[in-house]
Antibody
């Protein structure tokens, strides 16, 4: 059964950095890409970035300077790091799998439940 | 970036109604369109990819259609469990972008 689960700090102070871990099961990170998507409270969905099976990454250009995605295949974990957080970064952060084996479709077939991040002092 | 517009942010429907949700891209996306369902407090769920391909386990009352810039998600005979917000997403070009969502409410 394919599953993804996010874990994060919950609360982050303004100007600080955010680190979230996505732990996957039921598939290998060496075969599938994993995306990050966020959703501010009561608002729509925004794609953040992706790490592909081979380790290459793509980022939303609006966030590129603050965002980093990496992974540890042996631990089945993907990491999102975002710097210089502001209040408008408050959102639910999701990781989601790209459905294409060893490729890239750029949509999302299985999602984690998400982790809430609140930026506040 | 390609802009995705869902013309209705919400509308009220009755159980048993046929519902059509529309999504328009700012340019041709060559059927590279996915539809997601999101219930309150839950993550989005993939319903349809490739504009028309129903994902495994999705009830057959859901269907997708369209081409070029214009796409629709249809639900025949709306059920209680279909009350949710629906998002379209294009994956023809990067970055992948979402519509603003259409929330279905029961009259």
């Amino acid at each position: 059964q394919v599953q993804l689960k996010e874990s994060g700090p919950g609360l982050v102070a303004p100007s600080q950095s955010l680190s979230i871990t996505c732990t996957v099961s039921g598939f290998s990170l060496t075969s599938y890409g994993v995306h990050w998507v966020r959703q501010p409270p009561g608002k729509g969905l925004e794609w953040l970035g992706v790490i592909w099976a081979g380790g290459s990454t793509n980022y939303n250009s609006a966030l590129m300077s603050r965002l980093s995605i990496s992974k540890d295949n042996s631990k089945s974990q993907v990491f999102l790091k975002m710097n210089s957080l502001q209040t408008d970064d408050t959102a639910m952060y999701y990781c989601a799998r790209d459905p294409l084996y060893y490729g890239n479709y750029w949509y999302f077939d299985v999602w984690g439940a998400g982790t809430t991040v609140t930026v506040s002092s | 970036d390609i802009q995705m517009t869902q013309s209705s942010s919400s509308f009220s429907v009755s159980l048993g109604d046929r519902v059509t949700i529309t999504c328009k891209a700012s340019e041709d996306i060559y059927n590279r369109l996915a539809w997601y369902q999101q219930k309150p407090g839950n993550a989005p769920r993939l319903l349809i990819s490739g504009a028309t391909s129903l994902e495994t386990g999705v009830p057959s009352r859901f269907s997708g259609s369209g081409s070029g810039k214009d796409y629709t998600l249809s639900i025949t005979s709306l059920q209680t469990e279909d009350v949710a917000t629906y998002y379209c997403q294009q994956y023809w070009s990067t970055p992948p972008t979402f519509g603003g969502g259409t929330k279905l409410e029961i009259k």
